[in-house]
């Protein structure tokens, strides 16, 4: 050891050897390939047939969907005769493709439908956008204000004064929401300062600030309302709706219904009376121990019983009424989850701060309960998304009652798996979406629960 | 502590909103009150509509003969039956078709759910889409599905497919044809040493336990066990002389006689129930395991517990506090959803009785809750025991 270093005092101090890169086979993708998928005989053997079965599933998938396909046909019968045996046929699916959307709405109409999407995404949009002030206002009217103008696009007819009124509320909301969103992204500052400003009327520290607003918002509305007075749109009756569209009302009522309800339901499950707690409970034991198609068969068959004379009440509005209550109750179980995960201190300290029941409820409990019941309440919204498929049983032309529709078209009879498949790639779509988006929200939401 | 007399309590009108005494009490009569007024109106508005239909409430119905045939029943149906029998050969294909795919769902959801969580990253993959494409498509898409794509498309009974081979075991456009077994006399001493065998084992294994909690001493059962319940039975079986016979089903004509068949509308629920609800307990199976913590895992090695024996032991026993309540609640579910079956003719409690039956006698009201009884009778029975194993299993802190 002649070679070891010393220090100025001969003392030979130990240096160690800079150490050796790793063995090649255990880095890099060879080594991430030896521990990940051929890490001993075992492994390496369901590596094999896990390939084997991933390929031949690949292989027939392509050939089914790619060199069988035939995208140009007028009829199922050219499909089965050209160019290939047997093919694939895309054609039919392309054919029936606005269908399936739209179902059988006028094609003449269907802009009214995209319109009303493109609305109802313009509305929710600002949500994401960091600089818009007052989400609360334009999330709540985007779920409460603006049913009454797509309800009016989607049926069309007459409107009685009161869908007079709501309709052109509507419509000045929302012109007053996009303004809001424009004003905020432009200069930072919303709507309601610049009325004020410019209004010269007030300051914001007055009182009487409130009343150039409100000048502003009825005289858009009277404005609103007059020029749409003898507009009309053609009527479009339920009977008619259907596909993708119809799937997305129904489930879309279902969810916007289902939050407060259950809210509702499951405070109501924990409350101290008596009387109201075995209210509860029974409309949810009653509404979760059922399938939902026997719901929406006693929705068909007894609703009619239980109107009174000369009240008719369409299928569709049943079913949506069936859809509500049953996912009402799912969600009231699902919050309940969420307050019983609540600590009890949380309950006590905001009573030791002097919150009556209301007020603890709100700003104390709920805010944490429902952070903690994001994937639970994204998982119902998933699993009603599925279930409303369940109207096409009782004789709605949804998303899947369209898929049936087309193999009974005399030119594309038979016509099954190409269109199943289109549909299941939907829902697949539609429901990975949200559960991808549920987990990134429980990530960004937990972030402060994290260390 | 000083109590202020709040001013004009209980003089005044406003007390009732404001006192908390009577405060919980009028909220409640004023609820109770509303509810009872909307059911109300509702039976009064049923029984004006009924009366002006000419139709009369009751159960009488369910006496009269129903007229129709079931496609499928394991239960001896005729149409001449009554409605009350109808309603029986529902609740029994119900629960027959449920009850198999409970089964199977639990076993390959176990399976897939180990799999999820393989060190072989392809495996683990492919376990992981399985769950996810399975779970993010509607059931009732799926059983048209296997019923469209695979089912309905079966050939012709001249043309069957053999399972495995086997000319006994064919499927068809009738259905899957398996042999039936036939007991003949002497078969109850088998079931007998069976049942004794079940008892004898559940003994040795108590023994066991007993002797390694005193002594310390592992004694591994499994051979004593396997042959007090097979092998008992077995030897019974053999010395009474077989009396064991199988009905084989036959091609006679045009169509298999004999054994015994399921339709295949039956064959696709089941596959679709199955696959589609093993996705949720693979989910389950693995959000359990991985639930455990691992420092038990540590704490086992520790100790010098085998990895084997610390999965067995240690891992298994905790993760179950975790799957086994989702795990019933899905059973649960299984049983509700089995009545999609309606959507492809097969012939369950929901489809002969609230829709043929109801459709026939128009007995909207007794029928759909008869219906429903059903399915809260079943609901609150599962509940009901998961709520006592909750109880039985809860950390006992200490």
């Not at chain 2, 109590?3 to 209980?10: A, H, L, Q, Y």
């Not at chain 2, 180990?114 to 993010?136: D, F």
């Not at chain 2, 026993?317 to 579910?333: D, G, T």
Request: proline share 5%; with cysteine.
């Amino acid at each position: 050891m002649s070679d070891a270093p010393t220090t100025s005092d001969g003392l030979r101090v130990f240096k160690p050897k800079p150490s050796l890169p790793p063995p090649p086979a255990t880095t890099g993708v060879i080594g991430w390939m030896r521990f990940n998928l051929f890490d001993g005989i075992g492994s390496s053997i369901t590596t094999v047939i896990g390939l084997l079965l991933l390929g031949f599933l690949a292989i027939s998938f392509y050939e089914w969907a790619f060199v069988r396909g035939v995208w140009e046909a007028a009829s199922r019968q050219e499909c089965r005769l050209s160019p290939t045996e047997f093919g694939t046929c895309w054609a039919g699916v392309e054919f029936w493709f606005t269908r399936f959307i739209y179902g059988r709405y006028p094609d003449a109409e269907i802009w009214r439908l995209d319109l009303m999407a493109i609305v109802f995404i313009a509305w929710m949009a600002p949500l994401w956008a960091p600089k818009v002030t007052a989400k609360v206002v334009v999330g709540l009217s985007a779920i409460l204000v603006f049913p009454f103008m797509a309800g009016y696009f989607f049926l069309g007819g007459d409107r009685n004064w009161f869908m007079a009124i709501m309709v052109a509320v509507s419509m000045t909301w929302f012109a007053g929401t996009m303004i809001h969103v424009a004003a905020c992204l432009l200069t930072g500052k919303g709507l309601g300062h610049w009325i004020i400003t410019l209004s010269g009327f007030s300051s914001r520290d007055d009182r009487t600030h409130k009343y150039p607003l409100l000048i502003a918002a009825v005289v858009a509305f009277g404005i609103v309302y007059f020029v749409i007075q003898s507009w009309q749109l053609p009527i479009v009756g339920t009977n008619q709706w259907g596909g993708l569209f119809l799937t997305l009302v129904i489930s879309g009522i279902g969810i916007a219904s289902a939050l407060p309800a259950g809210i509702v339901l499951a405070l109501g499950r924990r409350s101290e009376m008596p009387v109201i707690r075995v209210m509860c409970v029974t409309f949810i034991e009653l509404f979760r121990s059922v399938p939902l198609i026997t719901i929406l068969f006693m929705a068909t068959t007894m609703f009619p019983l239980f109107l009174p004379e000369g009240v008719v009440f369409n299928k569709l509005a049943s079913a949506i009424v069936a859809v509500c209550l049953f996912s009402a109750a799912y969600m009231a179980e699902t919050v309940r989850g969420g307050l019983q995960a609540i600590p009890k201190g949380q309950y006590e300290a905001a009573e030791a701060m002097g919150l009556g029941y209301w007020q603890s409820m709100g700003l104390i409990i709920m805010p944490q309960a429902l952070k903690l019941m994001i994937p639970n309440i994204v998982g119902s919204f998933i699993g009603l998304f599925k279930d409303t498929t369940l109207v096409s049983i009782i004789g709605l032309f949804d998303l899947l009652g369209m898929i049936s529709a087309i193999s009974q078209d005399p030119q594309w009879i038979g016509l099954h798996h190409e269109p199943l498949f289109t549909a299941a790639l939907i829902y697949f779509i539609g429901c990975l979406a949200m559960s991808k988006y549920s987990q990134h929200l429980e990530r960004k939401l937990g972030a402060g629960d994290r260390r | 502590m000083a109590i202020v007399e709040k001013p004009g309590s209980g003089s005044d009108l406003s007390s009732i909103i404001n006192d908390e005494r009577y405060r919980a009490v009028f909220y409640q009569i004023l609820v109770f009150g509303i509810v009872g007024w909307v059911f109300y109106s509702l039976v009064d508005n049923t029984l004006t509509n009924m009366a002006n239909q000419g139709k009369a409430a009751g159960f009488d119905f369910l006496l009269g003969t129903a007229g129709f045939s079931i496609a499928w029943t394991p239960l001896d149906y005729k149409p001449d039956d009554s409605y009350l029998f109808v309603y029986w050969v529902g609740i029994v294909n119900t629960l027959l078709i449920s009850g198999i795919a409970i089964v199977l769902t639990t076993i390959l959801g176990f399976v897939v759910g180990i799999l999820r969580l393989s060190k072989n990253w392809l495996i683990s993959q492919m376990a992981a889409w399985y769950v996810e494409v399975l779970r993010n498509t509607p059931l009732l898409l799926q059983i048209i599905f296997w019923y469209l794509g695979a089912f309905a498309n079966l050939p012709r009974p001249k043309q069957s497919i053999e399972l495995l081979g086997i000319d006994w075991l064919v499927l068809n456009n009738r259905g899957l044809y398996f042999p039936n077994a036939e007991f003949v006399d002497l078969f109850w001493m088998t079931a007998i040493a069976f049942v004794i065998g079940i008892a004898g084992a559940i003994w040795l294994n108590r023994k066991a336990t007993e002797r390694q909690l005193a002594t310390g001493v592992y004694e591994p059962t499994l051979v004593k066990t396997l042959g007090a319940i097979v092998g008992l039975p077995l030897v019974v079986f053999l010395v009474t002389g077989m009396p064991l016979s199988w009905e084989l089903p036959v091609l006679k004509g045009f169509n298999y006689q004999g054994g015994t068949f399921i339709l295949p509308a039956m064959c696709s629920v089941l596959v679709a129930l199955v696959i589609y609800h093993s996705s949720f307990v693979a989910e389950m199976v693995r959000a359990g395991i991985l639930s455990v913590s691992h420092g038990q895992t540590e704490a086992a090695y520790s100790l010098g517990i085998k990895p084997r024996w610390t999965m067995r032991l240690v891992i298994i026993p905790q993760a179950m506090r975790a799957i086994i309540p989702p795990m019933i609640s899905l059973w649960m579910n299984v049983v509700k959803n089995s009545s999609l079956a309606i959507a492809i003719g097969f012939p369950d409690l929901v489809s002969v009785f609230m829709q043929t039956s109801l459709n026939q006698s128009g007995h909207a009201i007794e029928i759909v809750a008869m219906v429903m009884l059903f399915y809260m009778t079943v609901s609150l029975t599962i509940s009901g025991c998961l709520n006592i194993y909750n109880k039985k299993i809860q950390l006992r802190e200490r």
